[in-house]
């Protein structure tokens, strides 16, 4: 069984450009979440979604950031304008709701903004 | 012991030794995760548990837990040179929204 993919793998960016972050999860799994890693830091939970609905975005920096799931499978993560800040990497884990408690996490795209 | 504003810790063993990871949370939790991140990878679980039990094994692993005082340990016996990872404790309220810890990054010198 294919685990969860994220492309692409690496990203580097000037401030002010835009970039896009795609995840395909675990066939089957229903919920979808979004984390930033800063560098030597634990995953932050960024927003999760349950087939196509945003469960929770609180945490998502609304102005810059964007995610949809349209068809409750792929997914993608989106910065606008970005920062120094954004620097970090941006993990996709996915999960079955009705299963265990357990998040598959993918890869990760380490963003790098000068 | 790990949480807090704490930036990711460094703890360095023998192979072969004992070591243990300790975690203290602040929130109400159901169940502690215990992950391992790899470098250049996502994190994966390795040991999950319940606020109904106070230990868990699997192979090498244990953890613990003491809901009273928050906390929850991972200990490795016998370390080997493949443990090398960071290591993070996540508490959760059900199956999903983690909080994660800052992380312990284990070093197993052979």
């Known amino acids: 069984e294919a685990g969860v993919t994220q492309s692409p793998r690496y990203a580097v960016l000037q401030e002010g450009q835009a970039v896009s972050f795609w995840c395909d999860p675990i066939s089957g799994h229903d919920t979808l979440y979004w984390y930033q890693q800063p560098r030597d830091q634990g995953p932050q939970l960024l927003v999760y979604?349950?087939?196509?609905?945003?469960?929770?975005n609180s945490q998502l920096p609304s102005d810059r950031f964007s995610a949809v799931r349209p068809k409750g499978t792929n997914s993608t993560l989106k910065i606008q304008s970005a920062k120094q800040g954004d620097t970090a990497t941006y993990l996709c884990?996915?999960?079955?709701?009705?299963?265990?408690?357990?998040?598959?996490f993918g890869p990760g795209t380490r963003l790098t903004v000068l | 012991s790990q949480w807090g504003e704490e930036n990711l810790q460094a703890l360095s063993i023998q192979e072969g030794e004992d070591v243990t990871m300790n975690c203290s949370y602040k929130?109400?939790?159901?169940?502690v995760h215990w992950y391992r991140q790899d470098s250049g990878r996502g994190p994966a679980l390795i040991i999950l548990i319940r606020s109904n039990e106070r230990e868990k094994r699997s192979g090498r692993l244990r953890a613990t837990l003491d809901t009273s005082s928050q906390s929850s340990s991972l200990s490795i016996t016998a370390a080997q040179c493949e443990d090398t990872a960071v290591y993070f404790c996540a508490t959760s309220e059900g199956a999903d929204r983690l909080t994660f810890g800052k992380g312990t990054q284990l070093i197993i010198q052979p």
């Open positions: 884990a996915s999960s079955f709701s009705g299963g265990s408690y357990e998040q598959y």
């Open positions: 929130t109400y939790t159901t169940v």
């Open positions: 979604f349950r087939d196509e609905a945003v469960i929770d």
